[in-house]
């Protein structure tokens, strides 16, 4: 195992780094990613969403361009689950 270390150049481990920082128990999920793109200097985010969760995916796209993202968004359709 020791040797998939070398793989990784200094900014992947402090990327790597950053992102075990930003990880945080008493937080959901869209905070643990804000806190890492902001730590890391991200300032653009993809979000990929099943179609199915298009509504979900324009709230999470408007909550972080309100953090300071801009954000990219994608629909799937792969394996579209019809609604009865």
């Known amino acids: 195992m020791d040797n998939y270390i070398s793989i990784y150049n200094e900014v992947d481990k402090q990327i790597m780094q950053v992102a075990e920082d930003a990880l945080n128990s008493k937080i959901d999920r ?3 990613i804000i806190a ?3 730590q ?3 300032k653009h985010i993809g ?3 099943c179609i199915s969760f298009e509504k979900q995916a324009e709230v999470l796209e408007k ?3 309100e953090e300071g ?3 990219s968004r994608v ?3 792969l394996g579209k689950v019809p609604f009865d």
């Open 40 to 42: 890391a200097n991200i």
């Open 63 to 65: 909550h972080l361009q």
């Open 36 to 38: 890492f793109a902001k």
């Open 47 to 49: 979000v990929a969403n």
């Open 69 to 71: 993202f801009s954000v």
């Open 75 to 77: 629909n799937c359709k």
């Open 30 to 32: 869209v905070q643990e």
